[in-house]
């Protein structure tokens, strides 16, 4: 399995998904590296590999957004018949954007 | 982080999807929620708050992220799908201080709900300030 590839292609999934958008590191990638393909964790095991996703929501309300990338991420790993057992979408943070603002303040 | 879980497996090959959210998603939400409520002046962090709000600022390193507030708030998960959300508010002393808690505790659990999915076991709230206009 090409993790790398494997990799950009569920960033690329996840980025289409309105309302959802990985959860890249900032600053500048080093070496050429994909910065991007740092939201994804792919770890092989005996039964399969498990795959981590990381995104960060622009908006609201979760549950649909999260029924929507459910189907491109299993497409992804359907698409290239990959073992994997088990894939987790992490939330990890929401952007004020989420709200309406761009800098989110509660006063 | 909540845990919630869709078993997309077909004849045994597609994988377990399951997918959780952050404490920070969850207060995020709190927050908004509360400064929406008539009679709260302002959500703002207790001494425990600080020191949660520092960490967070220190792992939050995402490229063009604007994080949504989230000082004030607090959040547990006391299981895998529902959560406790604690929040610090000043008030106005124009409003009686149960009736705004009580809003309050309906608009944020009622906003966390629709928000992530997520059951709230319980909205706690810690009036730190009563100010007269």
Redesign the interface.
């Known amino acids: 399995m090409n993790t790398t590839e494997f990799a950009r292609d569920l960033v690329a999934a996840v980025a289409k998904i309105p309302g959802l958008r990985p959860a890249t590191q900032a600053g500048p990638s080093p070496l050429g590296w994909q910065w991007d393909a740092l939201a994804v964790d792919v770890i092989r095991g005996a039964g399969g590999g498990d795959v981590v996703i990381r995104a960060v929501a622009t908006r609201l309300p979760l549950p649909p957004i999260v029924r929507q990338a459910e189907q491109a991420l299993l497409a992804v790993v359907a698409a290239r018949r990959l073992p994997i057992a088990r894939m987790r979408l992490e939330i990890t943070e929401i952007d004020g954007a989420a709200f309406g603002t761009g800098k989110g303040s509660p006063e | ?1 909540d845990r ?1 879980t ?1 078993d ?1 497996r077909d004849t045994g090959r ?9 404490s ?2 969850v207060a ?2 709190a ?2 929620a ?2 929406a409520v008539p009679g709260v002046l ?3 962090p207790g001494l425990t708050g600080l020191v949660g709000s520092v960490v967070r600022t220190a792992r ?10 989230t ?2 708030a607090r959040v547990e998960f006391v299981r895998a799908d529902t959560v406790r959300v604690e929040v610090d508010v000043v008030i106005s002393g124009q409003d009686q201080a149960t009736a705004v808690g009580h809003a309050l505790q309906r608009a944020v659990a009622g906003a966390v709900s ?4 997520l059951t709230v076991a319980e909205v706690g709230v810690s009036v730190l300030d009563i100010i007269w206009d």
């Open positions: 982080m919630g869709s997309a597609a994988p377990l999807f399951e997918y959780v959210v952050s920070s998603v995020a939400v927050v908004h509360a400064v302002r959500v703002e939050q390193r995402i490229k063009g992220l604007e994080p949504a507030p000082e004030g629709e928000a992530t999915g």
